[in-house]
């Protein structure tokens, strides 16, 4: 079984920074929205039914703000364009978080190919800041990690910075613990406590091969049949009259469809876990586990 070891220097970080399965942090929205609507006198599946989305939304680990922090722009005269700059610092303590001021990825890098606001009256501000949380990210050889946007949460105010990094081979101190944010409005802003910043998924690197086939309409026909297919599932017409569904539009005021009756969904939040990590995680309760060195005084590994 393959562990993905956040790991830290910091004692507090443990205490009031650690990462949340993303499972456990679903939108209130989400938990709330039905699972069928009446849509023009219809009643319909929402994506609340939609395995894709599930999945996706529940899948690994989000790393979230520890304490209340303020996002400060500004704009900067001395750019012809009037392009501003963000910056970050701690609500309470109104200090500037280190390692958090950014001037470094302005739209000029990126060709104006996108912009993550709409021009507005005011200049918008198309800067990054940046973020340094404490943990780094250790993966087992052959193994990335995707930093993502959290999925579904919506921030009005920011979005994250999506991209991979290979975290079986950089992960030494810090070094794949920065997060980039870009700003949604032209004004200052709260981060709260508890916001997620970014979702974590390891992934495996493998190499794959596309094909691209025409087949007949024949063999069309024989795979939406159970009794004629050589698949191992059956289209989604034959699977609703299977169930006593005749129409597919009251499908969802009697089941969800055939991705859990039939089993043809398989929800990934189960591959991610804490409840029961394998003795080699470093989260494992036992003599070496950060828990209980963490208790011992500096330098004594053994307790004696």
């Known amino acids: 079984m393959p562990t993905i070891d956040f790991h830290t220097y910091n004692p507090t970080t443990i205490k009031d920074f650690k990462p949340i399965l993303a499972k456990d942090l679903v939108p209130d929205w989400w938990k709330k929205s039905k699972v069928a609507e009446v849509v023009n006198g219809v009643k319909q599946q929402t994506i609340r039914a939609c395995p894709a989305m599930d999945d996706w939304l529940k899948m690994g680990w989000y790393l979230c703000a520890n ?124 981060i709260l406590k508890g916001t997620p910043l970014c979702q974590i998924i390891p992934f495996k690197r493998e190499e794959w091969v596309g094909t691209y086939a025409l087949k007949t309409t024949k063999s069309e026909m024989l795979s939406s049949s159970r009794l004629t297919t050589e698949r191992e599932t059956i289209g989604m017409p034959e ?40 003795p080699e995680c470093p989260y494992h309760v036992s003599e070496d586990s950060p828990e209980i060195q963490l208790e011992l005084p500096i330098g004594d590994t053994d307790g004696s």
């Not at 699977?239 to 929800?267: C, H, I, Q």
């Open 239 to 278: 699977a609703f009259r299977m169930l006593g569904v005749e129409d597919n539009r009251d499908v969802s005021a009697k089941t969800v469809g055939p991705y859990k009756k039939m089993k043809y969904w398989n929800p990934k939040q189960r591959y991610f876990n804490e409840e029961s990590p394998p």
């Open 67 to 190: 304490r209340d922090m303020e996002v400060i722009q500004g704009i900067s005269h001395k750019d012809e364009e009037g392009i501003g700059w963000a910056s970050v610092r701690d609500l309470d303590a109104r200090n500037w978080l280190k390692g958090t001021s950014s001037s470094s990825h302005p739209h000029t890098q990126l060709m104006d190919g996108f912009a993550y606001m709409d021009k507005s009256e005011n200049p918008p501000v198309k800067d990054a800041f940046k973020m340094r949380n404490p943990w780094c990210i250790t993966t087992p050889e052959g193994y990335s990690t995707f930093y993502l946007d959290p999925f579904l949460h919506q921030n009005k105010y920011f979005s994250t910075w999506q991209g991979i990094i290979d975290t079986d081979k950089f992960n030494n101190g810090v070094d794949n613990a920065q997060i980039i944010f870009y700003p949604k409005v032209d004004h200052n802003f709260t």
